[in-house]
Each structure stands twice: as C-alpha cells, then as structure tokens.
C-alpha cells in the first residue's frame, strides 16, 4: 500500500538517511526502533514529506514518483492520506480540542460542519475525552494533549498514521494511557508506523520491527526475529543495552 | 546628487551643535540610572510606603509625554523653588531643566530593566553564592551584578536611544542644540531646502543610534565568547 | 506657590476639544500600521528579496532617529511633492492629515518589530500540524498562526499604542489643534503654561490609562485559550504597571521546559 524505495536526505553534507526502503501493507503495526539519533524521525519526516528528501521513490495513494519530482498536488495527495502525530503533539493552541479535530475536516476536506462535529465527538469518544471537548491544549495534561493529537489523525480516516515519538516528551506516569489508544487502534486494525522508545509495545503490539542505526535499516523482521533471535550484532547490542535498563 | 552635497554641507553646519545633544544625553543617563537604582530599591524594599511610591512613580511616567515632562519642570521648577526655598533659579541654564526632566522620565523604565535583569539571575546564583561561603555583598557584587548587567545591556541600550531621541525636544525650551541649528539654517534660507536640511539633522542621529546598538552587539558577543569558552 | 485654578477648570474645558483630535490621530495611524507592519514582518521573515533590505533600512530609520526629525521632515518634504501633484491645493490642506502621515509611518516600524517577535514565538510545529492534516500554508497562516501572533503581541501592541499616544503630543508642531496645541494658546494669554501643562498632563494620564485597560480586557478575552484551569490572571491593579514584554520568555520556559523533560526522561530511560 505504500512503498518507499532508496529514500536519500543529508543536513550540511551529513547524510542522515542512506537509502532506506519500507513497506507498508494493509493493517500493518510497524514499530522504528534504534539509538538516537539514527535517522528514524527524518525517516517519517521525509516519508511524509514534512521535509523534502534529496532522493527514493515512494508509491502511495495514486503518487507513484520519486521525491525530488512529486508536484504540490502530489504532496497534498500524500498528506491527505497520512496522520501524524507529534512527539510534541503540536495540538493548535489557539482551539478547543474539538476544533483541533474539525479544523482539518471543515478546512482541507470541506467536510460539513455538524458532520465534521459527529466525526471529531466519535474520535474524542474513542480515545475516552468526550468530557474534554471544550478544554484548549493549555488545560490538558501532556497525556491527554497527546490523545487528542490522535484523535485529530485518526479523524481524517487516512491510509496511515505516522507515530513520531509519541511519548517522549510525556511525564512516566502519563505514557500508560497514550499506549493503551495506540493499542486499542493497532488492534481495530488501523495501518500504524511508530517511531518508538517502547520496547513493549514494539514487542507486543507490532506486527514488524525495523532496526534502525547511523541511516540504515540494520534489521527488520517479526518482533519475535528481532527481540529473541537478532541476527546482527548492532541490533544485538542494542537490545542488551536498553532491556538491561527496563 | 545636488541633494546629496546640500545635505553633506548641512551636516557639516549642525554636526558644532552636537555638544548640546551629548551633554543633555549623558547626564541625564547618569542622574537617571542613579534614581533608577534608587527606585529599583525602593520596589524591592520592606516597606511597603515606598513600594507603593515607586510603582505609582514608575506608572505615571509610562503615562506622561516627553514633551509634557519638559515644559512641567522649565515652568514648574521655578515656581516651586522660589515658593518653597526661596530660590530664584530662573536665571539657570535652561539646559539644566531638560536634563531634570530627562533624568525623571529616564529612571522609569531604567529601574524596571534593572529589576527584571536582578530578577532574572538572583535566587539560585546568590544562594549559591551564600553556600560557598561568600557574604551577601561578594554574591551581589562578583555573581549576580555581571550576570544581571549581561541580561540588561540591550534594553538599557534601547533606553539610552530613547532618550537620546527624546533629548531633541531640547530645543522647545529655547536651548540651541542640533534640532534649533537646524530650524534656524531653515529660516535663513527663508524656508529652502527644508527637507534636506532636517535629512541631515536625522541623519547624525541615525549614525548615533546606530553605533550604540553595534556597541551593544559587540559587548554581548565577547560576553558570549567568554561563555562558551569557560563552557568548553 | 499657587496654581490659578480658575485658570485649570478654563483650560480642561477649552483643551478638551483637543481629545478627539488626538485620539483620531492615534486611531488612523493604528488602523493603517497594524496590518501594514504584519506585512513588513512577514517580509522580514520570509527574507523576500530586495523588499527584506527596504524594510530593514526603514525600520532602523525609524526608531533611530527622533520623532521631531521625522515630524520635521515631513513637514517640509510633503507639501511640496503635493504641490507637484496637486498644484497649490497643497498649501491649504489639513495639517492633520501631516500628523496622520508621520505618525502611521512611525507605528509602522514599530509594529514590524512587534509582529516580528510575535510571529516568531508561534512554533514551528502549528504549521507542521497544519500541513498534516492536509491544509494549505495559506490557510494555516490565516486560521492558526496569525491568530495566535496577534495575542502573543498584544502585550507589545499595548506599549506601541502608548508610545504613539504620547508622541501625539507633538503635534502641535505641524499646527494640529489637538489638547498640547489648545492648552499651549489658551496659556499664552497670560503666561499661565505650568497651569496649562498640568491639565495636559492628567489629560494624558487619563488616555493612557483608558487605552491600558481596554487593551488589557481584550488581552483577557482573547487570550482564554492560554490559561490553564488552575491560574486565572487578575487585572494588575498599579495603574500603569510596565508589563515587560514577557511573552517570549513565557513561551521560552514552556519550551525549554519540555525540552528538560524530554531530556530527564532520555537520562532515565538510560539509567
């Protein structure tokens, strides 16, 4: 469904991507995990092309081009089918958390506005914050701003939702109930990439893992390949690394 | 072209007035730094007389139009010191007068940049300070003064322009400074050349603000580059 | 000492002419400079070309030189580039509309500092959002962003419009009939100025204090989607209490406080 083939991206020289193929089929869970700094917040930049890559070639929707070539009817047609969510959540500050949902039905769809409302009330309902509809970003907590972002993406009933780090910047006590939405999602069968420090989530809500390290893919496969029998030493060290510390 | 060489030749009439501009500019923000301090003081003081004072002071001012500032003090002041001291001052410089009334409105937004700028550095570095053993005046004077003085440059910088821009209303008053030369080489020309004549009065003040605010740019960045390096 | 009194209650009746005056000054510059300077702004962000420099140049002219020269200069230069266009019709037009020029160019620059600033305080992420969920720059611009600069900058549009207040008081300079103008010939009759000055001056307190309070309840309205449920803000009771254009430095300690707490949870995540 969609298909990245050889995605290329350098900052001032430094290639931070080299050449990096992903696909994504239908009703995939997709966990990137690696260290930081391993290119796996460009990949889902450029992949969404939140910024423009310097080179691959990606087929989704009805855009099947290289990068450096898509038009900006193409990039609209590419974001119309993704969902992101922020690892800042990125909520727009100046609107209620259901206008943060209907704000892309009504404006970029031309979605009705009491149908636009249906729609964002039914996604607010799903990540359990019907009674926080009329609270602006200022006055939820990190965990419920952070739902609300997926409630937004989810809204826009895209192909796929893009995960940057959805936790990250959330207090420990929070991340519980941001991952339950995410699991709750990948099991109503939603098409997930997930860029994730969450190791058990990877583990046991994802149905592939890509290792990422220094822009490559190192590794990809089942969690059960990936978490039990790595293959590489890069991944196997990394594995030490951060299950030693959970 | 014809422009350029009246406006060069201008400046070269108004540029002997500048002394005037200097003077009433640098002590005004001498005398205004020094009551600013005294109002900063007094906001952070015990009692609570005087915080009131100094809020009220500081309020009043942020109201009150430079040029209003001036005329109230060149025919308040006298009045005032012949009715309560007995005084006759009218006889003084009138440049005197302008200063005062720039010292007044200078102090105002001066005490509020030096208590935002001690605001901003003074809590966890002077305990700090008092943690290591140093006395109170050690913590202000060697920590919390070149930290503070770092976080007040630009909008003390801003401050002193204002004023210096407010300082051109000292010709209202009767006083020849740059602004008056200028209006009087008007005048003989019988109204010619008018523009071009007020370009270069502009012109010396642009250059003037100009050069504090690379004055400014350059102390922050040593500021910074020492920084970094004790960083590293 | 003793005021003429008489004299005050005369002059506050005479000068109060002189309020509509100024306050029509300071409204058309204002309504002129607030979408002009968003403008410049926007140019100076987005680094247009050749227009970036214009901009720049004007805006350091501006607060570098006095409001005087930039009266004075006006005043000299305007009437008679009219006369080319207009013929002698020039000469006799309002001086009023000299005020309205001067002091709308001098909001201008003012005001492109202001919105700069502002601008830059909305994050880059609300146009990354925006894009995301398939809107075009335009509309993100229009809907979210601008939105929120223009709160951001009320602080600061508070300031600009008390500075052009007070810089209204010159002018009588172009022989505009506003309060310092009025109060300047009623005085001359028998050299009662301080008497004159005094009365001005609480004119001016009271302006400025108006315009402070309006400024801070549309602040209050405007800005609900900022404070949390557990702290309201209250009005600040000091009259004219400066507000430190504190802003930024609210959105910078939001920002680099995330950023700890990102950081905090890496270093856990490590231990």
Known sequence: MLKIEGLRKSYDGNEILKGISVDVSKGDVISIIGPSGSGKTTLLRNMTTLEQADGGHIQFADVDKDFQKLSSKDIQTIRRNVGFVFQNYNLFNNKTALQNITEGLIVARKVNKSEAKKIALEALERVGLSDRQNHYPSQLSGGQQQRVGIARAVALNPKVIFFDEPTSALDPELVGEVLKVMRDLAESGTTMVVVTHQMNFARNVSNKVIFMADGHIVEQGSPESIFEHPSEKRTQEFLTDILANV | ?232 | ?271
């Open chain 2, 1 to 232: 072209m014809e422009n350029i060489k009246l406006i060069i030749n201008f400046l070269g009439q108004l540029l002997p007035a500048i002394n005037i501009t200097l003077i009433v500019s640098v002590s005004s923000i001498v005398l205004g730094s020094l009551l600013g301090l005294g109002l900063a003081a007094a906001k952070q003081s015990e009692s609570a007389i005087l915080r009131v004072f100094a809020s009220i002071y500081v309020s009043v001012i942020r109201a009150t139009p430079s040029i209003i500032m001036i005329f109230v003090v060149y025919y308040g002041m006298p009045l005032f010191f012949s009715a309560w001291f007995h005084i006759n001052i009218e006889g003084w410089n009138r440049m005197y007068f302008v200063i005062i009334a720039l010292t007044l409105l200078f102090s105002a937004p001066v005490s509020e940049i030096m208590r935002s700028a001690y605001g901003s550095v003074s809590k966890g570095q002077t305990e700090a300070g008092l943690m290591v053993g140093m006395t109170p005046f050690q913590t202000f004077y060697r920590i919390v003064l070149p930290q503070a003085f770092v976080v007040a440059l630009p909008n003390f910088a801003n401050s002193v322009i204002n004023l210096m821009k407010e300082g051109a209303l000292t010709f209202t008053i009767g006083v020849v400074d740059m602004v008056a030369k200028a209006q009087m080489i008007v005048a003989n020309n019988s109204g010619g050349y008018a523009w071009q004549t007020y370009c270069a009065l502009a012109l010396i003040y642009w250059v003037i603000s100009l050069a504090i605010d690379k004055g400014v740019t350059l102390v922050e960045k040593s500021y910074q580059a020492k920084r970094k390096t004790i960083a590293a």
């Open chain 3, 1 to 271: 000492m003793s005021l003429n009194t008489d004299f005050m209650v005369k002059v506050a009746h005479t000068a109060i002419q002189g309020v509509p005056v100024t306050l029509q000054i300071v409204l058309v510059a204002l309504l002129i400079s607030l979408p002009v300077g968003c403008l410049f702004a926007l140019i100076r962000i987005y680094r247009i070309k050749g227009l970036e420099q214009i901009v720049k140049l004007y805006v350091s002219f501006v607060r570098g030189t006095p409001i005087i020269a930039q009266i004075l200069i006006v005043y000299s230069a305007f009437p008679s580039l009219l006369n080319m266009i207009i013929g002698k019709a020039a000469f006799s037009i309002n001086p009023i509309y000299y005020a309205y020029i001067v002091f709308t160019l001098n909001s201008i620059a003012t005001l492109t500092e202001v919105f700069r600033s502002a601008l830059q305080t909305v994050d880059k992420g609300q146009l990354e959002a925006g894009l995301m969920v398939g809107m075009r720059p335009r509309q993100i611009f229009w809907r979210i962003i601008l939105p929120q600069a223009l709160i951001s900058a009320l602080p600061n549009i508070t300031n600009a419009t008390l500075y052009l207040m007070k810089n209204s008081s010159l002018a009588f300079i172009m022989s505009v009939k506003d309060i310092t103008a009025i109060a300047k010939t009623e005085a001359a009759f028998n050299y009662n100025f301080l008497e004159a000055y005094l009365v001005v001056w609480v004119y001016y307190l009271i302006i400025c204090y108006s315009a402070e309070v309006i400024f801070y309840l549309l602040e209050r309205y405007f800005s609900k989607y900022r404070r949390s449920t557990k702290k309201t803000t209250y009005f600040n009771w000091q009259p004219f209490s400066i507000k430190q254009p504190n802003v930024s430095a609210e959105a910078e300690l939001t920002e680099s406080g995330r950023g700890d707490h990102a950081q905090n949870r890496r270093i856990k995540k490590k231990l």
